[in-house]
T-cell receptor, first 116, second 113 residues
Framework: KAGVTQTPRYLIKTRGQQVTLSCSPI?????VSWYQQTPGQGLQFLFE???????NKGNFPGRFSGRQFSNSRSEMNVSTLELGDSALYLC???????????????FGSGTQLSVL | GQNIDQPTEMTATEGAIVQINCTYQ??????LFWYQQHAGEAPTFLSY????GLEEKGRFSSFLSRSKGYSYLLLKELQMKDSASYLC??????????????FGTGTRLLVSP
């Protein structure tokens, strides 16, 4: 069974540009979450999608947005990039139904974004 | 607010035992997870606790005390490949299927020969 796939693996952008990151969840998983990882802050929750609907959102500015397609693949977009957006962006998938209380997240290897 | 504390870095010797502590204060609690993350790789699931007590899985064990807001991850018979970051995460929110995890900043473990 293929794992969570994120593309691209590395990205270099300049301030003011926008970027789109892609995530393909494990087959059969309908929930996709996005996290930002930085050395000082650890993993910070961005948002979660289930069946093409955003179910919850973290405390990030509106420049961060996402969407999910009917095949559960998800994209995350960051507009007007700032230097502080440099981070590892991790995508995680799960069944998302909540029937199993120990349901865990499966993470992709992330996209390393550098903003110059 | 949400606060999860764990030591920034720990060192240990191959073959030894190490305990990584995690304390948490969160609005809502629906389980505590431990993940392992090697440099440049995806975090991988290690353990899950929702009830008080010890969960053992091979060389790894995890303990939870909900009344104290405390958990630890115990690694026995350390191997060089155990050098990694260990992330403590609390699942918050209602049990509606939504999986929001609040993470600590991680503990970087260095195992030396």
């Amino acid at each position: 069974k293929a794992g969570v796939t994120q593309t691209p693996r590395y990205l270099i952008k300049t301030r003011g540009q926008q970027v789109t990151l892609s995530c393909s969840p494990i087959s059969g998983h309908r929930s996709v979450s996005w996290y930002q990882q930085t050395p000082g802050q650890g993993l910070q929750f961005l948002f979660e999608y289930f069946s093409e609907t955003q179910r919850n959102k973290g405390n990030f500015p509106g420049r961060f947005s996402g969407r999910q397609f009917s095949n559960s693949r998800s994209e995350m977009n960051v507009s007007t990039l700032e230097l502080g957006d440099s981070a590892l962006y991790l995508c995680a998938s799960s069944r998302g139904t909540g029937f199993a209380t120990n349901e865990k997240l499966f993470f992709g290897s992330g996209t390393q974004l550098s903003v110059l | 607010g949400q606060n999860i504390d764990q030591p920034t870095e720990m060192t240990a010797t191959e073959g030894a035992i190490v305990q990584i502590n995690c304390t948490y204060q969160t609005s809502g609690f629906n389980g505590l997870f431990w993940y392992q993350q090697h440099a440049g790789e995806a975090p991988t699931f290690l353990s899950y606790n929702v009830l008080d007590g010890l969960e053992e899985k091979g060389r790894f064990s995890s303990f939870l005390s909900r009344s104290k807001g405390y958990s630890y991850l115990l690694l026995k018979e350390l191997q060089m490949k155990d050098s990694a970051s260990y992330l403590c995460a609390v699942r918050t929110g209602m049990n509606t299927g939504f999986q929001k995890l609040v993470f600590g900043t991680g503990t970087r473990l260095l195992v030396s020969p």
